[in-house]
């Protein structure tokens, strides 16, 4: 009796063992997760105060970017799920996130477990305190060569040193949004961001209408965002929408003669900007 016991016991043993290892095997048939495109756009708010966060799923097709309806997509902070959201006809999922602490605070959005597609895109939630001192900060002032996408050497330096002792930063890209998928230019520009180590900010994506950065501003200050005083910017038109507010501008690099309004201070280059603020 002690044998079959013996024996029943060292039976049950493999058998657990095999349904371990089976069951962490992929079933026979299941079909592979396809590849997706997720974007999401950054927000902006202060610590304690609810904000939306807005993503955009696109699968590819022929070339064609096509949205994705139906899909599951988690918030996620630190590994931890947070929030889910569906997406709707357009691809678009919406979720609510109340930061508790001030800072620039890093969360992902990924495609669930059970879709069938798979994807998952970074974004920056800005809590930042009203009476923390913004910068604004032009894309072009920062892209040394346009056709290669590179920056100036020192620019990411020198706005580190100011974003860790001052300002918190507005990185302020001008571009057409893509015709049904949104926030491609936020989730390039972000990439762009961490790949050359610039310091964390909140990217704010504008079209291409001369009038877009001052309503902005003015819907930033509406909202209790009045420390937003200076801009670093390239072009003339940057620099007239914060000088026409009575607010402060700084162009770099040094622009041909006759470029910079009256009233706008010029670095020649990025290590004197910090001289000029």
């Keep these: ?24 095997l992929p079933l026979a048939g299941a079909e592979p997760k396809v590849p997706a495109q997720l974007h999401v756009r950054d927000a902006l708010t202060s610590p304690g105060r609810p904000v939306v ?18 899909e599951v997509l988690e918030l996620i ?3 931890r799920p947070l929030a889910s959201a569906q997406t709707d006809s357009a691809g678009r999922a919406v979720f609510q996130y109340t930061p508790k602490v001030r ?10 477990e059970t879709s069938r597609l798979s994807a998952e895109a970074a974004t920056t939630v800005a809590a930042w305190e009203h009476r923390a001192p913004l910068l604004a900060v032009e894309w072009s002032a920062m892209i040394a060569d346009p ?17 860790q002792f001052y300002f918190n930063l507005i990185y302020v890209v001008t571009e057409q949004e893509a015709a049904g998928m949104p926030f491609t230019a936020d989730s390039r520009a972000r990439r762009w961001l961490a ?8 990217v704010l994506v504008l079209p291409p ?35 026409q507010r009575r607010l402060e501008a700084v162009m770099v690099p040094e622009p041909p003669p006759g470029e910079a309004p009256k009233k706008a201070k010029v670095a020649k280059e990025w290590i004197d900007v910090r001289k000029k603020l």
């Design 1 to 24: 009796m002690r044998c079959f016991l013996s024996f029943c016991a060292s039976t049950s043993l493999i058998l657990i063992t095999l349904n371990g290892l089976l069951g962490a």
């Design 53 to 70: 966060i807005e993503a955009a799923l696109a699968v590819e097709t022929s070339g064609t970017e096509h949205p994705a309806a139906g």
């Design 77 to 79: 902070q630190e590994g």
């Design 103 to 112: 800072g620039s605070v890093s969360l992902l959005v990924r495609t669930s």
């Design 147 to 163: 056709a290669e996408q590179t920056p100036f050497p020192v620019a990411a330096d020198e706005l580190g040193k100011l974003s």
């Design 195 to 202: 790949s050359h180590k610039f310091p964390a900010g909140y």
């Design 209 to 243: 209408i001369d009038t877009a950065l001052g309503t902005k501003i003015d819907e930033l200050r509406s909202e209790g965002w009045t420390t937003l005083k200076i801009g670093i910017g390239r072009s003339r038109k940057f620099a007239e929408a914060f000088l």
